[in-house]
Every structure is written in C-alpha cells, then in structure tokens.
C-alpha cells in the first residue's frame, strides 16, 4: 500500500507543478511511500523528481479518457491518501473514488479562485460551468486545501462550507531555490554595466495580461535604458511578438520562451513584475522575494495583497492599468526594497511550514 498519491495531468513546467514537485521530494524525505499518477508521463519537471517518487503513468491521451486507469490504479494501490490539484484533476479523483470503491481519502487542493477563471477567461462551457461542479462535487472531498485565504473566501461565496476548508500557503521557499539562485547565467543582459532588466515568469496566456506589462515597459523605455524579459511559453505568443513589433522594441523584449532555472534571473533582476488579472498565490512573486528581487505586482485577487502584505513588501497597481504600472516600476527602479527584508518575508512560503500542515491534513 502507497502511503499517498499524488494525481496531475503531467509535468510541463507551471508554478502547480513546481509546488507538487516539492512536496513529494519533500514527503519521500520523511520515509512515505509516494505515487505521482500522471496522465501522461511527460514534462520538465519529471528529471526533478527524486528516484524514490514512483510515477505512475496512466498512459491517457486525454484527461477525462484516463479515469479507467485511475479506478484499477485505486482498487490495485489502495492508497491512504490521494492529493490533486486541478480544477479538473480534483473532480476526476473525486468520481474515480466513487467507481473504485475505496476507502482512499481525497485531498483536493484549488490554486486559484473558481469563481473568477469562469469570469474573466473566454475558456468556453467546461470554465463557464466550473463553480457549478465545485458546488455539487467538493463536498464528497475529505478536505479542501486552497493556497490563499482569498480563494478560500473565493470559495465560501459560492456556498461552501468554510469547515471543510484549510488554507495552507504553497511550498515555495526551498534550500534547492537558494542554490539554483546562485547559479551561473550567461545572458549578455546580465553582463556588470548593463541595462536594469525587468522581469516576468508566467504561461504567455490572458490570465497573465502580458500586453499590460509590455505596454507600461514601453513608458518606462521613453524614460530611461532598461530590458524587458519574459519567461514562459504558451498559446499568447503569436500577439505578444507582434505587440512588441508594433512598439519598435524588439531591441529591449525577449520572450526566450520555458527556463528551468529562473531563480538565477530572478535573483539578478533590477524588479520583477506580477501583471496578472487574477491568481490564488503566485508562486512566482514568493520566488522573486526569495531572491531579493523587489516587486511590482497587480491588486488581483488572489494572492498579491496577501503575499506582500497590502504593499508592505512591493508595489500593488490596479490590474490593467499601464499608466500605474509604469509608474510602479519607475519608483521601484529607482528606490529598490532591502533585499534581506524581502526574503525575510518570503521564508513564511517556507517547505517545511507547508510539509508539517500538509501531512496532518493528509493523516499520514
């Protein structure tokens, strides 16, 4: 018997699957027996795992086609525990359980607030009809882990018990994180002399809102010499190349597309901008304060405010305004936060924080 599953569609590189990522290192560290149960056994971050996590390929092309898999994989295993964390991996768990007839507890954990993804993205009737199947189908979850209080109270509003519900802050902050920090990066914009180079890391899609950020780099550029760098890839791509044709900038844009190592960027980052529309808790701005690197994020719900602390720890600006923006990363540019005190408040992201709650949750 596995002490604990943990089930994802793969391993593409996403701030989600860094967090998993994390956790099942950090569980096979404390002796458990850990299962990740992919749908496919495909992405970067498979060559982080350590040989002690077992990977379970399901071997599906699509999601919902791997459910058979995951029932016999239930009946056969039995685990105590299985941990999803998707929107779609949680309800799939949450019906497989159901078929298998198993005692397994299910632990669906939500990274983002459900309400707003049906909102704010044009993602057609699976995203339109998501708070519905949240309502109807997480009551039959043994917990319902969210990453923020905001998308708990994101939750709640749409009339579910807060009883079933723990926050618990993802594990960011890792020993791991501080040595890939400390990495060589050759990239000529980091050479001594260069350039400030302004930061994003994200999937290139309209929950980011990279043509904000683009546009409010493009002030900033009027203003002074600085470089703009985008990691990530995604479906955006296409628009965001040619917005930074239309604005002549091809010179000071780079969108070098999935990095493995950001931390090593972020670390020498001049400021690192969070543009989002909406979030649950931005892996990526708790790595940028790890590294010192001061923050320019949107007041999106959720995860911003709450991260930095209503703009205790960085400059929060209304979600799509340029103007704000730029202004933002003109001040912080100018007048940069202490590094220590960033990543003094970014150790409360910590792993073993989220570890020690994750497993008494889990009841392991």
Same mark, same amino acid.
């Given at each position: 018997?596995?002490?604990?599953?943990?089930?994802?569609?793969?391993?593409?590189?996403?701030?989600?699957?860094?967090?998993?990522?994390?956790?099942?290192?950090?569980?096979?560290?404390?002796?458990?027996?850990?299962?990740?149960?992919?749908?496919?056994?495909?992405?970067?971050?498979?060559?982080?795992?350590?040989?002690?996590?077992?990977?379970?390929?399901?071997?599906?092309?699509?999601?919902?086609?791997?459910?058979?898999?995951?029932?016999?994989?239930?009946?056969?295993?039995?685990?105590?525990?299985?941990?999803?964390?998707?929107?779609?991996?949680?309800?799939?768990?949450?019906?497989?359980? #159901?078929?298998?007839?198993?005692?397994?507890?299910?632990?669906?954990?939500?990274?983002?607030?459900?309400?707003?993804?049906?909102?704010?993205?044009?993602?057609?009737?699976? #995203?339109?009809?998501?708070?519905?199947?949240?309502?109807?189908?997480?009551?039959?979850?043994?917990?319902?882990?969210?990453?923020?209080?905001?998308?708990?109270?994101?939750?709640?509003?749409?009339?579910?018990?807060?009883?079933?519900?723990?926050?618990?802050?993802?594990?960011?902050?890792?020993?791991?994180?501080?040595?890939?920090?400390?990495?060589?990066?050759?990239?000529?914009?980091?050479?001594?002399?260069?350039?400030?180079?302004?930061?994003?890391?994200?999937?290139?899609?309209?929950?980011?809102?990279?043509?904000?950020?683009?546009?409010?780099?493009? #002030?900033?550029?009027?203003?002074?010499?600085?470089?703009?760098?985008?990691?990530?890839?995604?479906?955006?791509?296409?628009?965001?190349?040619?917005?930074?044709?239309?604005?002549?900038?091809?010179?000071?844009?780079?969108?070098?597309?999935?990095?493995?190592?950001?931390?090593?960027?972020?670390?020498?980052?001049?400021?690192?901008?969070?543009?989002?529309?909406?979030?649950?808790?931005?892996?990526?701005?708790?790595?940028?304060?790890?590294?010192?690197?001061?923050?320019?994020?949107?007041?999106?719900?959720?995860?911003?405010?709450?991260?930095?602390?209503?703009?205790?720890?960085?400059?929060?600006?209304?979600?799509?305004?340029?103007?704000?923006?730029?202004?933002?990363?003109?001040?912080?540019?100018?007048?940069?936060?202490?590094?220590?005190?960033?990543?003094?408040?970014?150790?409360?992201?910590?792993?073993?924080?989220?570890?020690?709650?994750?497993?008494?949750?889990?009841?392991?």
């Amino acid at each position: 018997m596995s002490s604990l599953a943990i089930f994802h569609p793969s391993l593409y590189g996403g701030g989600a699957e860094r967090v998993l990522v994390n956790l099942a290192s950090a569980f096979v560290a404390q002796g458990l027996s850990v299962d990740l149960v992919l749908v496919k056994e495909e992405g970067s971050f498979l060559s982080a795992l350590p040989p002690e996590v077992r990977v379970v390929n399901l071997g599906a092309q699509r999601l919902l086609l791997s459910m058979p898999a995951l029932v016999r994989y239930l009946q056969r295993e039995q685990p105590i525990s299985l941990l999803s964390a998707f929107e779609d991996t949680n309800l799939l768990a949450l019906w497989s359980r #159901r078929l298998a007839g198993v005692s397994t507890r299910i632990i669906v954990s939500i990274h983002g607030p459900v309400s707003l993804e049906s909102q704010l993205l044009n993602q057609g009737l699976k #995203r339109k009809i998501g708070p519905y199947l949240a309502r109807l189908f997480y009551p039959w979850a043994d917990k319902v882990i969210t990453v923020s209080h905001g998308v708990a109270e994101d939750l709640i509003s749409l009339g579910f018990s807060s009883k079933n519900i723990q926050v618990i802050y993802n594990p960011v902050v890792t020993p791991e994180l501080s040595q890939k920090a400390l990495e060589p990066l050759e990239h000529p914009w980091f050479k001594p002399g260069s350039s400030p180079v302004i930061l994003a890391v994200g999937r290139l899609e309209a929950q980011k809102d990279f043509p904000t950020l683009i546009k409010a780099f493009a #002030r900033v550029r009027q203003q002074r010499p600085a470089k703009l760098l985008i990691l990530g890839e995604g479906q955006d791509r296409p628009a965001l190349e040619a917005l930074v044709q239309e604005l002549g900038l091809e010179l000071d844009i780079a969108l070098p597309g999935f990095v493995y190592n950001p931390y090593a960027y972020m670390a020498r980052a001049a400021v690192f901008v969070l543009s989002s529309i909406f979030e649950g808790l931005p892996t990526v701005l708790i790595e940028a304060m790890a590294g010192g690197t001061p923050i320019v994020a949107t007041d999106c719900k959720s995860g911003p405010a709450e991260i930095l602390e209503q703009g205790k720890y960085g400059k929060l600006v209304p979600v799509g305004d340029i103007k704000a923006m730029a202004e933002a990363i003109a001040i912080t540019l100018e007048q940069p936060q202490e590094a220590a005190v960033l990543q003094h408040r970014a150790g409360d992201f910590s792993l073993d924080q989220a570890v020690s709650q994750y497993l008494q949750v889990l009841q392991i």
